[in-house]
């Protein structure tokens, strides 16, 4: 099975920041990869699929990037709003293994 | 609009089972796979697996091979996961979610099982 790994586990940024986040697969998935950010007590929301794809709705401060094995969530100008934890998933096929999550704070 | 709604929270006992109900609105039923992912307090999101509303077929992650089943009842457009031989491992919030192809766009309000003896 292809595993996900996701980095850093938390991170700590004051407003205005660029964020990154890296999630790295174990083999090749061909940008089948999403980005979900769950808020605390609340359900996940899609963010990003295709990789680099934005759901409609999703402020254009959140972009995706990537290919092959390694991908990117960036925030470019981080916001109060965004204190969440965020998840990687590959769905090139069964099992749609999720990274291990990145918890994002404010500083 | 698209919505996912669950059933209510469980309790149950170390090997009792538990099922589970997700029932969509707002678009053709047999038109999407649902995923269901748990996840356990304060943990991570865990993929259990996926049903074809219209064909009933199944996929599961083998972590719950054997214990797992997943089902549809297309007249009254509701899916199913049961969870048997219950452990207290197994407490955890269950979600289902609408599988585009692209992503799980829309989830359920999620399910809370508690195994306790």
């Known amino acids: 099975d292809i595993q996900m790994t996701q980095s850093p586990s938390s991170l700590s940024a004051s407003v205005g920041d660029r964020v990154t986040i890296t999630c790295r697969a174990s083999?090749?998935?061909?940008?089948?990869l999403a980005w979900y950010q769950q808020k605390p007590g609340k359900v996940p929301k899609l963010l990003i699929y295709a990789a680099s794809t934005l759901q409609s709705g999703v402020p254009s401060r959140f972009s995706g990037s990537g290919s092959g094995t390694d991908y990117t969530l960036t925030i470019s100008s981080l916001q109060p709003e965004d204190v969440a934890t965020y998840y990687c998933q590959k769905y090139n096929g069964a099992p749609y293994s999720f990274g291990r999550g990145t918890k994002l704070e404010i500083k | 609009q698209v919505q996912l709604v669950q059933s209510g929270a469980e309790v149950k006992k170390p090997g009792a089972s538990v099922k589970v109900s997700c029932k969509p609105s707002g678009y053709t039923f047999t038109d999407y796979y649902l995923q269901w992912v748990r996840q356990d307090p304060g943990q991570g999101l865990e993929w259990m697996g996926w049903i074809n509303p219209k064909s009933g077929g199944t996929n599961y992650a083998q972590k719950f091979q054997g214990r797992v089943t997943m089902t549809r009842d297309t007249s009254i457009s509701t899916v199913y996961l049961e969870l048997s031989r219950l452990i207290s491992d197994d407490t955890a919030v269950y979600y289902c979610?609408?599988?585009?192809?692209?992503?799980?766009?829309?989830w359920g309000q999620g399910t809370t099982v508690t195994v306790s003896s």
């Open positions: 979610a609408r599988d585009v192809e692209d992503g799980m766009d829309v």
């Open positions: 083999q090749g998935i061909s940008n089948y």
